[in-house]
Structures are given as C-alpha cells and as structure tokens.
C-alpha cells in the first residue's frame, strides 16, 4: 500500500472532524487510491470473472464510511480499520447476494485471497473466509483484528502494530497464527476427494 507523510491522513481527519470540508475533500482524494488499489487486489483474484469493478466496491464503502466521518476516527490506521471492515463486509454482501441467486445444485462461489497483493495465492471462498473470520473473532478477537487491518486494510505491520496499539513484532505473530488457523479452518471446510 502507498504510504503517505506519517501524519497527513491523521491531520486532515481532525481538520473534518472540526468541519473543515476542503480537509475532508482532501482526505477522499488522497486515500481514493489506496482503497482503489486494496478493491483492485480483491477482485484480481476471482476465478468466477466477478462483475463488480475496483470503482463500485470504493464507491459503496465510501457511501458507508462518508456519514461517519465526523469523530469517528482519531487516525489513519482507526480509519483503514473501518474501511477494511467495510470492503469486507461488502463482498461477503456481494457473495451472498450471487449465491442466493444461483440457487440449487452446484453453487459457485465468489473468491478472495487470503493475501490479495500475492499474485500466487490461491483463492478462496469469501463466505468462508468470513465465516472462520467470524469464528476467529470470537476465540481469539486480536489476531481476527489483525487480520481484517492487513488483508482487508491494506495496512502494513508498522501500521497495523500503530492502530493496535501493540509492537510490531507482536502484530508479526499474530498474523503467522492467524494465518494459520484461518488455512486450518478452511481447509476443514473443503471436501474430500475420498
């Protein structure tokens, strides 16, 4: 992910935060591409030739974060917090949406991957990705943070150990554990060839 001068996004949310609406304009245009970029990673790896586009997914988490942009995060890495939450929660929408209307017999699914900015990674089911996401949350809430803020924020260690309040090699852990639940999770879910 691109990173901007430390502090940029956090001033310009404060500056919104007092209603300063070129601040906020400023600070649309200047995250647009990143989250341009995260959508981007998402959808190249979809097997299933998904039709939603870079532009939609922005466009759809914009109009969810936008109305809370007033006091809602104190910086940058609170902020791509919400939006990964958002982008998440939009293509399990998306998913679910497409799966209920190819209903019966074999369903095809929409994909992600676990590392969207891996060329190489291969791609898994959304839904249950959200799914062991879900479960994960509840048996070890901080790794699932982790997670969302890295895979689904874009944000780097450093960031993601910032947002979290926690060191960076604490956030290392944490996501070489969680990576390998959520792969023991989904490789649960998988069918046999048995």
Known sequence: MKSHKPGVVT???RAADHGDAAAQDEFWSL????????????????RNGQDRSPTS???EAY???????KGQWSHRGHFFSAAA?????????????NRSIKRGGDVSHQTLTVEPASADGD???????????????QVHPNHAKVVELRYFGGLTIEE????????PRTVTLRCKFARLWLARAL????????
Do not use: F, K, W
Not at 41 to 46: F, K, M, R
Not at 85 to 97: E, H, K, P
Not at 187 to 194: F, I, Q, R
């Open 11 to 13: 001033q310009l949310l």
């Open 31 to 46: 995250i647009y591409a990143e989250l341009h970029s995260l959508a981007r990673g998402y959808l190249a790896h979809d």
């Open 57 to 59: 997914i922005v466009s």
């Open 63 to 69: 109009v969810r974060l936008a109305p809370s942009l």
């Open 85 to 97: 939450n958002a982008m998440r929660r939009i293509l399990v929408d998306y998913a679910r949406t």
């Open 123 to 137: 791609p898994i089911d959304v839904l249950a990705l959200d799914e062991a996401l879900a479960h994960l949350e």
């Open 160 to 167: 993601t150990a910032e947002a979290l309040d926690v060191c």
């Open 187 to 194: 490789s649960a879910d998988e069918p046999s060839d048995g």
